[in-house]
């Protein structure tokens, strides 16, 4: 019958619209009602009724139905949409937590960077002392032969700890940059057979260089240390031997916003790419890699400087470093240096070293620590200079009130302990006799204080620690250039 009708079809079609006519009911409507339920979907139209009648509810029932399947419709696309801006939000989520991450370790990098600076300028300063004491015995002429070879080593140590905060340096971005063009195969090429020594027998090492490579704007010396510090890590992933592949490639990078990598930006780069087939590393390990002294290897087998010099050098180039590796299958390093925009600067020519020649001029010593001082004193007056010493910028202006007519050359440390500071100073003393020369001396490499006196041919810059011999020479050409 009809309600069975209905039944059957409504399983097929929730949605369809149906009319029950009839002149009489074989259900009361008690049983009619629970036949089919209480239902929206449902009109009993009693014969006799009028064709209008039927029309209006075939009209209404139709749009009812239309508007119903407009409804479902839009309720399937909206919920597409909340799925999809529910995916996209998700991704955003976790895109910001690994942003929020490389933020903070950003962060902690910047302090390790910082004390790494402070602490590389400081031990400078004892180096400096340990060094030129060292070079003072060894050049003295009674000195046994055993006595001698023992100095020797004293200095060799000081050179190895003078590498180790060179290191720190360039981790903390504060180390001298000697920028010019450069096409990073040729840095290959040059390290190519060191590499091969320095690796070993068991490991294979393959370079492919791709050809036309654009420039990049670089530090030769510190391009070399990128590739040397990398395979060093690379040859230790591998104690039983392996492959070594370094690569090059021109890159495009279309969008300004790369996920997972904050650094990343739209534009043309260099990528060098340094992969090996070692052991790899956990993500936990991975996370800590470029942390300054952290390191896997056992006791007086690594420093921990290397991978975080790296850092440090690729940021002070512009650029950034991506990391893929995995446990038993090896690690990737990817390297992006943007591509050169500019001319390659002009080379500065090579300083003709000037023969010694004994000292008659009267310098100013400037020197808050009083064991660089009294060395930097020693060696002045064995070559014949006068001294006058001062430990602080302003006890240095007090002596040149008594003595400023006679001061030839100020030799002065960039940061002093009174807040006066080395280009201070010089600026001071310079307004007063602009014929003055100037030296300044820093523990660190790149010193911003000076670069104004520096780049007009007015003063000469000295890193500590430094030799006697090139303190020597560079007051001999401050004073007579």
Known sequence: DGVETVEEIWKVDPDLQVVICSAYSDYSWNDLLASVGHSDRLVILKKPFDP???QQLAQALTEKWRLLQESKNKLSDLEQIVGARTAELQAEIVERKQLEAQFRQSQKMEAFGQLAGGVAHDFN???AVIMGFANLLRDTEELGAEAREQIEQVHLAGERAANLTRQLLTFSRKRDMQIR????????????KMLVRLIGED???ECKSSPNLPRVQADPSMMEQVLMNLAVNARDA???????MISTEAVVIESSHTPGQSEARAGDFVCLSVRDTGCGMTPEVQARIFEPFFTTKGVGKGTGL???TVFGIV?????????ASEVGLGTTFKIFIPVSSQPAPERKAKVVESKTREGTETVLLVEDEESVRGLLKIILQRHGYRVLEAASGSAALLVWQEYGTQIDLLLTDMIMPDGLTGRELARQLLAQEPGL???YSSGYDDDPEGTAFISRGTAAFLQKPYTPKKLIQTVHQCLDG
């Open 315 to 323: 940021k002070q180039h512009l650029g950034w470093i991506e990391v």
């Open 238 to 244: 591998m104690p039983k031997g392996g492959q070594l």
């Open 181 to 192: 063009s450069l096409n990073l195969n040729d840095v290959i090429g040059d390290v190519a």
């Open 306 to 308: 290397g991978l975080a």
């Open 203 to 205: 490991i294979k090492l």
């Open 437 to 439: 020369k100037v030296v």
């Open 52 to 54: 209008i009648e039927a």
């Open 125 to 127: 300063n004892l180096l």
